[in-house]
């Protein structure tokens, strides 16, 4: 008997997938998944290129990575992104093992001006994963690393992969990103995650057979494992891919348990258990179990009876809870119920920390910086990325402590500026102190007169021209004004 594998990759989603093998040199097509990998060379003009040692396997993805400076700035890369739609925002870490580490890197990843997450990195040959899940506040989201406690921070890949419809959707999705803390593949016949193509939308299935410190350990005697070929009808909500969904795990004995650690809590979490009966019962048999813990008022005292409630076997079964509050040590337990002749049955879950995103600087105060920006468009300065303020403030500028953050001051003295003072300039009014002496700003000031805080305002050695405006006078706690203005009328006054 022959066996033909054909891999189809279909265009459908993938064509959509942003991947970035951050510190490879070239962009190239991963046979092993089809999908089409570009460098970041063009998009990331910090830190360097790193061939890392002793990657682990051979995927390709890990044989470079980006190592930034270990310093006071961020470094961030900019997606494009459709507002209001869903994605999985994905970065992973992998340092390599070269022969002599003094300390493994630890350092921050920020989505926008939300922590995201802490990177530790204790085993140099391991992958680390960091996945959220977000409804995209803007047409673009920027993925910033920064803040370094030990060694160099660095980055492995970036990828952004675009959700189907309402996957995903909770109640609170315009205040909160989905953290996620676990993604579990259940009864899985390898190690390796399954990803895409088996997953259209390449979420990370980690295998149960993973083993690591605080993952899955306490499992219950008598867990079996169990596996189908059968087809798997997979169209409820969040489309779990069906060979997850061909595996499980029963507990023979009358129970399933687990435990495991998750990251950054305790904390409000979104958590989804998929369930679908895989095994053929006879007309005897029934599979009838609940959830014992952790107590979810509403839903432990809930039957679960799979093929029931999803009207059928070798169907999705996707009981879920909107905020549940769960601890740093998650214990659970399924048992069956009395009347029931098998044992409970779990093909995977999912677990996300609801991680309240953070407000970005006030947008007028972005505005008028980028237009500053676009006067100096080749400067170092001029592109820093990220928030202006968050989670580290661009060099030339100070902010204010309390969210929204506002800009407290420019320091641009002699940093090349041409051309006008922007007119959106007047909606800082935050702004304490500008300086933008010795550069070469041209034409008249604009209005500024609503920049009532401003207290210290340097504009000597340029060339303006035009009046000196009347508010100027007038704005209530300007202490320190130096300018030179070519005004028309004194030279008049001199002929
Ligand atoms: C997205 O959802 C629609 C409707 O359920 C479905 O027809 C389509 O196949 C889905 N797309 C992908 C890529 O899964
Ligand atoms: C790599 O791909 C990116 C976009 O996917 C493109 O902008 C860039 O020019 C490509 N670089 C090379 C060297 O082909
Ligand atoms: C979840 O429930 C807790 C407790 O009832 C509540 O404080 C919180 O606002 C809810 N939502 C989120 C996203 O945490
Ligand atoms: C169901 O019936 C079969 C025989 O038809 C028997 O072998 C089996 O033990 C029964 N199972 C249970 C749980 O009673
Ligand atoms: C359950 O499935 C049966 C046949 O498979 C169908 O007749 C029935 O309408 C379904 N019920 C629901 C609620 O979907
Ligand atoms: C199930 O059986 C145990 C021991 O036989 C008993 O203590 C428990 O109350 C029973 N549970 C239900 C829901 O009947
Ligand atoms: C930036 O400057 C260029 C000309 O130098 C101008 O065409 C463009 O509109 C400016 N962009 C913004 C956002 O101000
Ligand atoms: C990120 O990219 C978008 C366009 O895709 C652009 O409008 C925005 O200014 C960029 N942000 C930064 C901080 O460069």
Same mark, same amino acid.
């Given at each position: 008997m022959i066996n033909i594998v054909v891999f189809v990759f279909f265009n459908?989603?993938?064509? /959509?997938f942003i991947s970035i093998d951050c510190g490879s040199t070239s962009n190239y097509t991963d046979p092993s998944t089809g999908l089409s990998w570009s460098s970041d060379m063009d998009i990331m003009k910090h830190g360097r290129q790193v061939k890392v040692e002793n *990657? &682990?396997? &051979?995927? !390709?993805?890990?044989r470079t990575r980006r190592d930034f400076p270990s310093d006071n700035k961020k470094y961030c890369y900019n997606l494009s992104t459709k507002e209001r739609r869903r994605y999985l925002v994905r970065a992973t870490f992998q340092y390599g093992s070269p022969a002599n580490v003094d300390a493994y890197p630890k350092f921050e990843i920020y989505l926008d001006a939300t922590q995201w997450a802490t990177v530790t990195i204790q085993d140099g040959s391991r992958k680390y994963v960091n996945e959220m899940i977000i409804r995209a506040p803007s047409d673009s989201i920027d993925v910033c690393i920064c803040c370094a406690t030990t060694g160099f921070p660095f980055i492995s890949t970036l990828e952004l992969r675009p959700l189907n419809l309402?996957?995903?959707?909770?109640?609170?999705e315009g205040d909160f990103f989905l953290n996620v803390a676990a993604r579990v593949n259940f009864?899985? %016949?390898?190690k390796d995650l399954v990803r895409y193509p088996d997953d259209p939308y390449d979420r990370f299935w980690e295998s149960?057979?993973?083993?690591?410190?605080?993952?899955?350990?306490g499992v219950a005697p008598g867990t079996a494992r169990i596996s189908t070929s059968k087809n798997v009808?997979?169209?409820?909500?969040?489309? *779990?891919?069906v060979k997850v969904m061909q595996t499980a795990v029963v507990g023979t004995e009358g129970e399933l348990s687990y435990r495991l650690n998750l990251e950054g809590f305790p904390a409000n979490a979104r958590a989804y258990a998929y369930f679908a009966e895989i095994e053929d019962l006879a007309p005897n048999e029934t599979r009838k179990f609940q959830l014992r813990e952790p107590y979810i008022p509403d839903y432990s005292n809930a039957v679960v009876n799979i093929a029931e409630n999803a009207n059928g076997s070798y169907t999705l079964y996707e009981p879920s809870y909107m905020n549940v509050t769960l601890d740093f040590v998650l214990s659970f337990t399924f048992s069956k119920t009395n009347d029931s002749t098998e044992g409970p049955l779990l093909n995977a879950m999912e677990i996300s920390k609801y991680q309240q995103i953070a407000a970005k600087t006030e947008r007028q105060d972005v505005t008028a910086l980028n237009a500053i920006r676009n006067m100096s468009a080749e400067s170092v300065w001029a592109n /820093?990325?990220?928030? *202006?303020?968050?989670?580290t403030h661009w060099e030339w500028v100070n902010c204010s402590p309390t969210p929204p953050p506002r800009i407290t001051k420019i320091a641009l003295s002699g940093r090349n500026l041409k051309g006008q003072i922007p007119s +959106?300039? &007047?909606? !800082? +009014? /935050? $702004?304490t102190e500008l300086w933008l002496d010795f550069n070469s700003l041209t034409g008249p000031l604009p209005? !500024?007169?609503? %920049?009532?805080? $401003?207290e210290i305002l340097h504009l000597e050695n340029n060339k303006l021209s035009g009046s000196l405006p009347l508010y100027l006078g007038r704005l *209530?706690? %300007?202490q320190a004004l130096y300018v030179e203005i070519l005004i028309s009328y004194l030279l008049f006054l001199d002929h």
């Amino acid at each position: 008997m022959i066996n033909i594998v054909v891999f189809v990759f279909f265009n459908g989603a993938s064509a /959509e997938f942003i991947s970035i093998d951050c510190g490879s040199t070239s962009n190239y097509t991963d046979p092993s998944t089809g999908l089409s990998w570009s460098s970041d060379m063009d998009i990331m003009k910090h830190g360097r290129q790193v061939k890392v040692e002793n *990657p &682990n396997g &051979n995927s !390709m993805q890990f044989r470079t990575r980006r190592d930034f400076p270990s310093d006071n700035k961020k470094y961030c890369y900019n997606l494009s992104t459709k507002e209001r739609r869903r994605y999985l925002v994905r970065a992973t870490f992998q340092y390599g093992s070269p022969a002599n580490v003094d300390a493994y890197p630890k350092f921050e990843i920020y989505l926008d001006a939300t922590q995201w997450a802490t990177v530790t990195i204790q085993d140099g040959s391991r992958k680390y994963v960091n996945e959220m899940i977000i409804r995209a506040p803007s047409d673009s989201i920027d993925v910033c690393i920064c803040c370094a406690t030990t060694g160099f921070p660095f980055i492995s890949t970036l990828e952004l992969r675009p959700l189907n419809l309402s996957m995903y959707a909770t109640d609170y999705e315009g205040d909160f990103f989905l953290n996620v803390a676990a993604r579990v593949n259940f009864g899985a %016949l390898t190690k390796d995650l399954v990803r895409y193509p088996d997953d259209p939308y390449d979420r990370f299935w980690e295998s149960d057979l993973d083993r690591r410190q605080n993952f899955l350990v306490g499992v219950a005697p008598g867990t079996a494992r169990i596996s189908t070929s059968k087809n798997v009808d997979i169209r409820t909500r969040e489309y *779990p891919p069906v060979k997850v969904m061909q595996t499980a795990v029963v507990g023979t004995e009358g129970e399933l348990s687990y435990r495991l650690n998750l990251e950054g809590f305790p904390a409000n979490a979104r958590a989804y258990a998929y369930f679908a009966e895989i095994e053929d019962l006879a007309p005897n048999e029934t599979r009838k179990f609940q959830l014992r813990e952790p107590y979810i008022p509403d839903y432990s005292n809930a039957v679960v009876n799979i093929a029931e409630n999803a009207n059928g076997s070798y169907t999705l079964y996707e009981p879920s809870y909107m905020n549940v509050t769960l601890d740093f040590v998650l214990s659970f337990t399924f048992s069956k119920t009395n009347d029931s002749t098998e044992g409970p049955l779990l093909n995977a879950m999912e677990i996300s920390k609801y991680q309240q995103i953070a407000a970005k600087t006030e947008r007028q105060d972005v505005t008028a910086l980028n237009a500053i920006r676009n006067m100096s468009a080749e400067s170092v300065w001029a592109n /820093e990325g990220g928030d *202006p303020c968050v989670p580290t403030h661009w060099e030339w500028v100070n902010c204010s402590p309390t969210p929204p953050p506002r800009i407290t001051k420019i320091a641009l003295s002699g940093r090349n500026l041409k051309g006008q003072i922007p007119s +959106e300039i &007047n909606h !800082m +009014e /935050e $702004l304490t102190e500008l300086w933008l002496d010795f550069n070469s700003l041209t034409g008249p000031l604009p209005d !500024m007169s609503n %920049l009532i805080n $401003l207290e210290i305002l340097h504009l000597e050695n340029n060339k303006l021209s035009g009046s000196l405006p009347l508010y100027l006078g007038r704005l *209530p706690n %300007l202490q320190a004004l130096y300018v030179e203005i070519l005004i028309s009328y004194l030279l008049f006054l001199d002929h």
